[in-house]
T-cell receptor
Framework: GQQVMQIPQYQHVQEGEDFTTYCNSSTTLSNIQWYKQRPGGHPVFLIQ?????EVKKQKRLTFQFGEAKKNSSLHITATQTTDVGTYFCRYGGTSYGKLTFGQGTILTVHP | DTEVTQTPKHLVMGMTNKKSLKCEQH?????MYWYKQKAKKPPELMFV???????INESVPSRFSPECPNSSLLNLHLHALQPEDSALYLC???????????????FGPGTRLTVT
């Protein structure tokens, strides 16, 4: 069956350092979404990637979908304390069934 | 209006109580969801409503009973819960339900439930 790993589980960075989280699948994905959940908050949609090799940018955030559509990454340049939270991927299999949340990466930013 | 509202924000209930969680959206979305989230874990899908009909029940115990009175409202009726059911209960909505292209989900702030 489909197995998707989101890594790392935790990441501690100093403010100004870069951060990357990955979702890696054993099988091809139909699409992938990224969400951010602040401490005490609820998940907020960031982006959706559908095409092979797709790259999208939102200010300091860069999202990529691999050429084989088996992995995706979220990269934050020069982290700020406002970036603190848990980042989840939400992925769909090629059967276009329901999407599933990854385990999440908890980001801590030290000022 | 891109907001999903949920009431109450917090709920403490005993194992013999009956209570309901409420969710509302006015974005014209035709899919609504209930999720359960434990600390440091991802949201876990419970139920999906598509066009006001239950389309997915992820083998949730019958002590959780969902209801969709109309396209804007979603309820979750709780009865005879267990302490392990304590969690954050999130409601979400999207334009349409999966399967499909995958639609952006809008989440409400959640109800923090404690079962004593």
């Amino acid at each position: 069956g489909q197995q998707v790993m989101q890594i790392p589980q935790y990441q501690h960075v100093q403010e100004g350092e870069d951060f990357t989280t990955y979702c890696n699948s054993s099988t091809t994905l139909s699409n992938i979404q990224w969400y951010k959940q602040r401490p005490g908050g609820h998940p907020v949609f960031l982006i959706q990637l559908v095409k092979s090799g797709e790259v999208k940018k939102q200010k300091r955030l860069t999202f990529q979908f691999g050429e084989a559509k088996k992995n995706s990454s979220l990269h934050i340049t020069a982290t700020q304390t406002t970036d603190v939270g848990t980042y989840f991927c939400r992925y769909g299999g090629t059967s276009y069934g329901k999407l599933t949340f990854g385990q999440g990466t908890i980001l801590t930013v030290h000022p | 209006d891109t907001e999903v509202t949920q009431t109450p924000k917090h709920l403490v209930m005993g194992m013999t109580n009956k209570k309901s969680l409420k969710c509302e959206q006015h974005m014209g979305h035709r899919a609504m969801y209930w999720y359960k989230q434990k600390a440091k874990k991802p949201p876990e899908l419970m139920f999906v409503y598509s066009y006001e009909k239950l389309s997915i029940n992820e083998s949730v115990p019958s002590r959780f009973s969902p209801e969709c009175p109309n396209s804007s409202l979603l309820n979750l009726h709780l009865h005879a819960l267990q302490p392990e059911d304590s969690a954050l209960y999130l409601c979400a909505s999207s334009w349409l339900a999966d399967p499909g292209e995958g639609y952006e989900q809008y989440f409400g702030p959640g109800t923090r439930l404690t079962v004593t």
